[in-house]
T-cell receptor, first 114, second 117 residues
Framework: AQSVTQLGSHVSVSEGALVLLRCNYS??????LFWYVQYPNQGLQLLLK??????LVKGINGFEAEFKKSETSFHLTKPSAHMSDAAEYFC????????????FGTGTRLLVSP | GAGVSQSPSNKVTEKGKDVELRCDPI?????LYWYRQRLGQGLEFLIY????????KSGLPSDRFSAERTGESVSTLTIQRTQQEDSAVYLC???????????????FGPGTRLTVL
């Protein structure tokens, strides 16, 4: 079984500040991990993913995340927030065998103030 | 080509009525997924299609929910005798054949917002 916990339903930052969105997962098999972003009135868009290899993964729009197996975490960061980053962010996990059903966290809404 | 499309974008229905939600996947994508996003919650997996068959229906919440896929393209999610707790955004995603091995990215549609009065 797999599950995802996202701490904080809302995170507020100032423009230019560090963005940190937290994600912890539980998986009985080696996981694949994902961050998706959902802009208002738009579908989900893949930001980045970890499957195998390097544990620090870089995605679009300057975001990156680090897979830490010992901490069962996959936190999302961006050094400097931009107004356009305001959106809802979802962390997800899947197994690496069989079909790849995604198990999502409850989401974190990122608010960016000028 | 075009992305995943879903119709209608919004659906308001009365309790007890049946509804059909449609998903058009990206051409050539063999795998198709339905998810549900209820207010304040994450996305819940409902069902997965590989081609026209559904190897995993474990996420369907009750026997009022059913889905089919024809011609390895369009899929329809049907909810019978809708209840207020069915109100949610229903999202469809598609990908190339999903098996163990390299990850096949799921591309999501914009969703259908269902409101049951």
């Amino acid at each position: 079984a797999q599950s995802v916990t996202q701490l904080g339903s809302h995170v507020s930052v100032s423009e230019g500040a560090l963005v940190l969105l937290r994600c912890n997962y539980s998986s009985s098999v080696p996981p694949y991990l994902f961050w998706y972003v959902q802009y208002p009135n738009q579908g989900l868009q893949l930001l980045l993913k970890y499957t195998t290899g390097a544990t620090l993964v870089k995605g679009i729009n300057g975001f990156e995340a680090e897979f830490k197996k010992s901490e069962t975490s996959f936190h999302l960061t961006k050094p400097s927030a931009h107004m356009s980053d305001a959106a809802e962010y979802f962390c997800a996990v899947s197994g690496n065998t069989g079909f790849q059903k995604l198990v999502f966290g409850t989401g974190t809404r990122l608010l960016v103030s000028p | 080509g075009a992305g995943v499309s879903q119709s209608p974008s919004n659906k308001v229905t009365e309790k007890g009525k049946d509804v059909e939600l449609r998903c058009d996947p990206i051409s050539g994508h063999t795998a198709l997924y339905w998810y549900r996003q209820r207010l304040g919650q994450g996305l819940e997996f409902l069902i997965y299609f590989q081609g026209n068959s559904a190897p995993d229906k474990s996420g369907l919440p009750s026997d009022r929910f059913s889905a089919e896929r024809t011609g390895e393209s369009v899929s329809t999610l049907t909810i019978q005798r809708t209840q207020q707790e069915d109100s949610a955004v229903y999202l469809c995603a598609s990908s190339y054949l999903s098996t163990g091995g390299p990850y096949n990215e799921q591309f999501f549609g914009p969703g259908t917002r269902l409101t049951v009065l």
